[in-house]
């Protein structure tokens, strides 16, 4: 088998939203030949039950905690006196899913589409309507990607996707794990130097 490296990762994990500009140029500087696969985590199910007051005050001093670890990362608080949060992460990951079976390249596209609404425009991505207009946004097909946000085999990859991640024994997010020579190993996440990454994965190459 090929040497792999897996992102693993919840299109609303704040932490992968931080971890953006990192990854990008980690992505960029990889071995050519090493193949990338990007796995959904799958942080909260769903839920129609509003965010409980401490974790909302939880969640806002995370991206404060973000803000101050990682120089640059923006984020509107405004989601939090404009939306109604619910714990519930699973929508936005099956919306991924969704895209990506129209086309590989709505993968990434769509998740940053729903960090984006979700960081930067105070928009709820746990609501069905607001992945609806980011998959028209991104330049899906809205019918089919309607058809196919919870349709049984969206639903059965993003099971298989969170399996496969518990599996390598990944519970939080962002990850990364090479795949080389018939061993899997962690890389250490950093949120501010790339090149501490790609030395470690060229070294177990």
Known sequence: M????FYIHDPMCSWCWGF???LDALLERLPPDLVRERLLG???PDSDQPMADALREQLQ???HRIQARIPGTRFDFAFWTRCAPRRSTWPACRAVIAARRQDPAYDQAMTLAIQRAYYLEARNPSDPETL???AAEIGADTNRFVHDLNC??????LA???AQARAMGVDSFPALVLACSGSRWRIPVDYTN???MLSTIVLLL
């Open 2 to 5: 090929p040497s792999t490296l």
């Open 132 to 134: 609806i207009s980011l």
């Open 42 to 44: 799958g942080l909260a």
């Open 152 to 157: 049984a085999h969206t639903r059965s990859t």
């Open 194 to 196: 790339p090149d501490a």
């Open 20 to 22: 953006r500009p990192a």
């Open 61 to 63: 001093e995370t991206w």
């Open 160 to 162: 298989q996707e969170i």
